[in-house]
Every structure is written in C-alpha cells, then in structure tokens.
C-alpha cells in the first residue's frame, strides 16, 4: 500500500461511512471520487437525523410545547456551530438557505432591490470569473438583464488560473459587487482572495464568495477572507442535502431588504404593510430546513473533530499523487492546474479523442465513481476547446490506493477504446 506523508488514518475514518462498503456491478467494491458533487455522509451525522425525526420533529420558533422548544434549540444551536466553524463575528450573520445557489440568489436579488449605497443599477457594473459554477453566473445574468448593469468577468490563462493582469480594467469606479468562487469546482484552482478583494475594496465594491468547494476541504475564516458575502452548502462537507449556508456581515444584513416573504421573516404585519423580524430570521421566510440544518450541525462536529488543518493536509497529499500518477497516463490532460499547490482536490481531464461520458461509464463499470460533463461550468470548457471533462474529486477518506485504481481504470478504458 502507497504510504505519503500527511494521510489520514483513513481505514478508520471509512467505518463511519457505511455507503463506502458497498459493493456494486457483480461485486465491485465501491470506488467513490465524486466528492466535489456531494460528499459521503458519516455514521455521526446519519445517527442525528435519525435521532431527530425519531424524538424531537416539531417547527421551530413558534411553539411553546416541549418538541417546538427541542426543535428550535436543535436548530439555532446549528447555527452557534457554523458560525463558530467559519469565524463569523456574530451568529445573527449566518442564514440558512436550501443550497449556496440559493444563497448566491439571495444576494442578487438583495443588490437589486436594494436602496443606496447598495443598488446595482444601469450606472453600475458587476464582475464574475470565467471560472464560475452556472451558481455564481447565472443570478449576476439575471440582476444584469433585469437592472441594466454591465456584467464583466476576469478570463482564465492557459494553465487554468484567473488571468489578473487587467484587474484594474475590470475592477472599476462603476463596480458594484465582486463575486468569486475561492475554489474552482472544475479546474481545481485556488483563487488569489486577497488581491481580488484588495482592488474591490479600494473602488468600494462588495464581495461575494462562493466557497462550496473550499468550506469542506480548509479551515475557513470570513473574517480573514474580508468578503462582505459567504456562501456554501452542506452536502458537500458531510452533511445532507436541501441545507447551504450564506454568511453575511451584520451591518449589510440590517440595511438590505429580504428575498422572500412569508412566516418569521416578519415583525408585524397588517394589510397596508409589514416590517421585518432582525437577520437572521428577516432572511428565512417560512418552515426552514430544520432537520437538515441539525444533520449540517453534526457534521461540522464531525469535522471539528478530525481537525480541518488535517483534512487539508490529507487531501493536499492525496492530491499531489494523483496528479503525478495521472500524468503518467498516455494522451491524459488534465485540464487546470498540474501542480498540487494552489489547488483544491478536484481534478478534470481528458483522455485523447474519448469522450468524457464514455470515459465515465467504462469507470462506472469497474466501480469507480467520478463526474462527467461541463461540471455546471461550461464557459470553462467553452475557453479550453472541449466538449466536457471527466472529474476526479478525493476528500478525507480518498486513499492512494483509490487513485490507484482510478489510473487502472483508465487504461481499461484505453485498451476498450482501442
């Protein structure tokens, strides 16, 4: 067995992950590198939802029985954990939304409605990365078409980085918000946060972080990053599905109006009007994903627990020998960053003229599970001339042995293709 400095004890890390015992086509064993998409979830966190539709299921907030104060406390003291698991000065700063794409949306539609100094309208700009998921370009789209403002986007060199060069052309006076994702979900490329929000803070823009590929894999700080908006989910970090996260900072929270209306958002309401309850509450608008914000709750905990210093390690080293072993592959190009520094651990290629999905299958076939497609970035494909890429993603139960298997893999799929 390969042994790298900075591993994990994942043989015991995997028995909190049922799922990864599973034996699939005839008996294959279970091969999972689809971490970027969603993550496996931990006994830990399994047994918290379980225990809470089994003991304490009720709505939060608005009951005075013994399961609505058990649900809320449940509910709010996830909040405590995210907050203290990303630094937030205050847990009145943490929102719990569906998804980050939701959370991406909530900001969108918050800057469109907003009144100045906030307002992005005709006289103003907006700027994104070619490296964008379809979550962090599509709302910035819609606030564009919808309030007139000039949408710009920083391009990407041939090596899979942002290309700053230009960063004063496109960080203008005009610019209004600044949004970025600090991990690519595709390219696997860790982006330059500090000098981005340097430029936005000198012109006054705000910033927006779609951290979703960064939240599970690093210690994360928002007050160290000096973003104005965080956003990430919770199925890709341990947790379930149906539950992201978009931290905000408090003065932005008390000035900005909220996205939907309905129960908890509100202080009064009377048929002329209604005035809004204080965030984080003014941003949650009726029954909130209590369960799946308890299952987030628990897998931070989990997390907390290995210690994120240590998944960074592990993952950095699992990282750096897959992409040495995958350049070992004829015809294989890996499309981004071919260095582990500066980059998360997700890895996307091609593999001469094969395409992705046949690529994918022929894996699936062996057990081995990995992504295929534009990866929700198409632009990215788009820029580099390809139809699609086959992504591998590792996390803090990968083995090298899984790589291992992967490049195996391939040259299965090498020999079928001829």
């Known amino acids: 067995m390969t042994q790298l400095p ?57 009951g005075v029985h013994v399961l609505a104060e058990e649900a809320t406390a449940l509910y709010e003291g996830a909040r405590d954990k995210v907050a203290a698991f990303i630094n937030a000065p205050s847990r009145d700063e943490v929102i719990f939304t569906k998804n980050a794409s939701e959370s991406l949306n909530l900001v969108a539609n918050m800057l469109g409605w907003a009144d100045e100094p906030y307002r992005v309208d005709s006289d103003t700009e907006i700027v994104i990365t070619e490296m964008e998921h379809h979550s962090n370009i599509v709302p910035w789209q819609l606030l564009s078409q919808r309030t007139g403002a000039k949408l710009k986007w920083f391009g990407l060199t041939d090596d899979g980085r942002l290309d700053l060069s230009n960063i004063e052309e496109i960080i203008t006076e005009k610019t209004k918000v600044v949004s970025f994702v600090l991990v690519s979900n595709i390219l696997g490329t860790v982006n330059p946060v500090e000098a981005i929000v340097r430029r936005a803070q000198q012109v006054g823009a705000l910033v927006v972080i779609d951290a979703s590929q960064a939240a599970p894999h690093m210690t994360m700080d928002v007050q160290a990053l000096q973003a104005d908006f965080v956003a990430f989910t919770g199925h890709k970090m341990c947790g379930p599905t149906g539950i992201g996260v978009l931290w905000g900072r408090q003065e932005l929270l008390e000035d900005l109006p909220p996205f939907l209306g309905g129960g908890e958002m509100i202080e009064t309401v009377s048929m002329h009007s209604s005035t809004y309850a204080p965030a984080p509450h003014k941003f949650e608008a009726g029954t909130p994903p209590i369960a799946q914000a308890v299952g987030l709750g628990a897998a931070v905990d989990y997390l907390t627990s290995i210690g994120m210093d240590n998944i960074a390690r592990h993952e950095h080293a699992v990282t750096e020998y897959a992409v040495r072993r995958l350049l070992e592959v004829p015809e294989l190009r890996i499309i981004g960053p071919t260095t582990a520094e500066d980059r998360g651990a997700a890895i996307s290629f091609t593999l001469g003229d094969i395409h992705p999905h046949d690529v994918g299958q022929v894996l699936d076939e062996q057990g081995i599970a990995v992504r295929v497609g534009h990866h929700c970035a198409r632009p990215v494909c788009l820029r580099y001339g390809i139809p699609a890429t086959t992504r591998a993603s590792f996390y803090l139960y990968s083995t090298p042995a899984e790589v291992d298997a992967l490049v195996e893999g391939l040259e299965h799929v090498r020999n079928f293709f001829g």
Not at 8 to 30: M, N, Q, S, W
Not at 32 to 39: F, V
């Open 6 to 62: 900075g591993l994990l004890d994942t043989e015991a890390i995997r028995k909190d992950f049922p799922i990864l015992d599973r034996l699939v086509h005839d008996g294959k064993k279970l091969v999972y590198l689809d971490n970027a998409a969603t993550s496996q979830t931990p006994r830990q966190v399994l047994d918290v939802l379980s225990e809470y539709y089994e003991v304490h299921n009720a709505n939060v907030h608005r």
